[in-house]
């Protein structure tokens, strides 16, 4: 159910939604500098659901951030659509780890606040946030502030907020990694119905292989800083209707396969640390 493929082959690219030619991404300089990726190539093609794992500290959120536009990278480029990445952008939806809503503001509010931004008049944000807001199973909580609800639901409140703009791109860093693990189950077996409803192009950031084996269509396996591509996988545990997948002789076998090479990488990460 999964097997090894090259990301970056000139047929990919050709044909890509997103591409990462070469990229590269160093913080600071002289002796403090920190090489957080080397040269990582991946191309993604439209509807692909690519998930990312690797070990902590190896890049992933820097990635993520250099697609959103919250970074520069240092070199090699980023290109959405055929055009280079230069900055953040409406038809780029983001959602963190948590704690990226307004306090301030209602659920509706803070839902609204995207098409707001983009010129849609008030009333039209409303509803469209407030149909958003429906699907993901939230319609009755609109009036509610983000302190009032449940960390599952405040990550529900993110998804709505991102997808309200109808992004060509989801990017996801760890969506669900704060939550217990029914919520995320619950979360999970949702975003792979909503992934098939829509059909969108997601780029998705976790530490669980089993998360990724059973969303994504494509996965990346990281190595250890500085972060470039180890390997490959498409992957097809995604496409079953069986919300049990997970328990299948083919799925462990396929989470000892990328287990095996990310354990590698995760120790290489430990020495790093315990070298600081
Ligand atoms: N703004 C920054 N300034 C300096 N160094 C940074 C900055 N952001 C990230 N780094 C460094 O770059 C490296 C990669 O960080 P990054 O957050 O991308 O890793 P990650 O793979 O997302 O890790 P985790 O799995 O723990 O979230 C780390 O060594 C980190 O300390
Ligand atoms: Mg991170």
Not at 178 to 206: H, P, S, Y
Request: proline share 5%.
């Amino acid at each position: 159910m999964i097997e090894r493929i090259e990301l970056a082959t000139p047929d990919r690219r050709a044909g890509s939604k997103l591409n990462l030619e070469g990229l590269t991404k160093t913080f600071g300089a002289g002796a403090e500098a920190v090489q957080a990726l080397a040269p990582t190539d991946i191309a993604v093609t439209e509807g692909e659901f690519l998930a990312i794992v690797g070990p902590s500290g190896c890049g992933k959120t820097t990635l993520l951030n250099i697609v959103a536009g919250f970074e520069t990278p240092s070199g090699g480029c980023a290109v959405l659509d055929g055009r280079p990445i230069e900055g953040p952008g409406s038809e780029r939806g983001v959602v963190f780890q948590q704690g990226a809503l307004f306090n301030w503001m209602s659920v509706l509010e803070n839902v609204a606040f995207g098409p707001r931004a983009c010129g849609v008049a008030p009333d039209a944000a409303r509803e469209s946030a407030q149909a958003m807001l429906e699907k993901v199973g939230l319609g009755g909580f609109v009036e509610n502030y983000p302190y009032q609800l449940s960390g599952g639901m405040q990550q529900r409140v993110g998804i709505a907020r991102a997808l309200v703009n109808d992004p060509a791109i989801l990017l996801m860093d760890e969506p669900f990694a704060a939550l217990d693990q029914q919520t995320r189950e619950l979360l999970q077996e949702e975003v792979r119905g909503m992934w098939r409803e829509t059909g969108k192009t997601v780029l998705w950031i976790t530490h669980s292989i089993e998360e990724a084996l059973f969303l994504a269509s494509h996965i990346v396996v990281m190595t250890a800083r500085p972060g470039r591509v180890k390997a490959a996988f498409r992957c097809r545990f995604s496409e079953s209707p069986d919300l049990l997948v997970a328990s299948t002789p083919e799925f462990t076998a396929a989470k000892r396969e990328i287990l095996g090479l990310l354990r590698s990488e995760s120790e290489a990460a430990q020495r790093q640390e315990s070298m600081i």
